[in-house]
């Protein structure tokens, strides 16, 4: 009697699909709203410094949205946990929208905040399962689809600004096609059940796993300062990049803008490469070569003299460092085998780190100085990125993992 042939895998491009369009979504909802900061300002009587206090709070409310999305994965899986960030996102943008007065808003925005977490979290979840399954580094597509993302929501707010259709418009708009977009990709996520049947050695599965994982802790450290090094530089060209332009080099604030759009598109280039660069070189040689890019962009930048030299750094700055953050993700995965979303969630926290880092230290620096002495703070950031490299080497299967278990990429 013949043996009945071994089940197929599920194919991968239908979940690769929805992953990279959570992906997308979430940097377009963030972009748009980053981006109608001045006109929320403008509505409630605000400071820079006041939008910048939000947009920080936000950041340190994600963490508490990271970790409940750790929690709600571990009790249902990572796509319960996106769906509900998904869902307590568009709530939250809807509250912004129609906030009658500042206290709304700022709660709006505090709820906003969860959603982000949660997102940041679960969409990661999900890209490092399938690349777990697809046997090679694909993370950092996904990332290339949060920049298509994010540059899409500021191209939105720039068209219904010309048009001049106004804050609420824009807004219900942008958050109704995320909703739906959503709603369009969640049948079709990534399920950890879909994965391909064990073998005789590899039968470890997220739910025989310890409910308390024993995470290494100086990787665990070590790559959690990797991520809230690259979010510090990262942050610093989101918040700061127009003003140096204004205040440092005397543009306009129409080219001033320009600087951003640079970063933003040399991050897309380097994120659509960054795949076939980590399978060729490996992920150590990826890192220090994206911290070596960033170095010299921001050392243009610091010493710029001119407009086209702070475009430039800007720019090149975009080609190095955001390669980071997929790489990252990839390499939590492997610390703790079974408990990947654990330690994702977990990561995740230095992510917000980051931001308070490259939006509340540079900019205090800024305050007491210049921004050109600002951004030395996140040059010496990408200096850490290149000492940290050695972190993202794949672990090695301890003895007493089973003979022909195969390892994570």
Known sequence: MSTPPPP??????????????????????????LTLLPQFRDRYGLDDAAIVGVVVLASVIAGAGSL??????????SRAALRTGFAVIVAAV??????????????????????????????????????????????????????????????????????????????????????????????????????????????????DAPAHPRIPLWPFLALGSAMALFYGIDFAVGNWSALFMTDVVLASSGTAALAMAAYQVAALLSRLTGDLWVRRFREIAVVRAGAAVAIVGLALVVSAQSIPMALAGFLIVGLGAPLVAPLC??????????????????????????????????????????????????????VGLAALAPAFRPRRRTAGTAQGTRTAP
């Not at 230095?350 to 100085?369: C, E, H, M, P, Q």
């Open 329 to 382: 993700f990839g390499a939590a995965g492997r610390l703790a085998p079974g408990q990947a979303d654990a330690v994702i969630a977990r990561i995740n926290l230095f992510n917000y780190a980051g931001t308070i880092i490259g939006g509340g230290i540079v900019g205090g620096v800024a305050a007491l100085s210049n921004l050109r002495a600002a951004f030395v703070l996140p040059l010496l950031f990408a």
């Open 94 to 207: 809807l509250a912004v929208t129609v906030a009658p007065g500042l206290i709304v808003f700022i709660a709006g925005f505090a709820v906003y905040g969860v959603g982000l977490g949660m997102v940041d979290a679960a969409t990661n979840m999900q890209g490092v399962s399938l690349q777990h399954r697809a046997g090679r580094f694909i993370m950092s597509s996904f990332y290339a689809a949060w920049s298509v993302g994010a540059i899409g929501g500021a191209l939105w707010v720039a068209a219904f600004s010309g048009l001049d259709l106004g804050l609420h418009v824009t807004l219900f708009v942008g958050i109704g096609l995320v909703a739906l977009a959503a709603v369009a990709v969640s049948p079709r996520l990534f399920r950890p059940t879909d994965g391909a049947a064990p073998t005789k050695n590899d039968t470890t599965t997220e739910n």
């Open 8 to 33: 197929s895998k599920p194919s991968n491009t239908p979940p690769r699909i929805a992953v990279s369009v959570a992906f997308g979504l979430q940097g377009f909802t963030l972009s748009m709203l």
């Open 68 to 77: 409940l999305a750790e929690a709600l994965a571990a009790r249902t899986d």
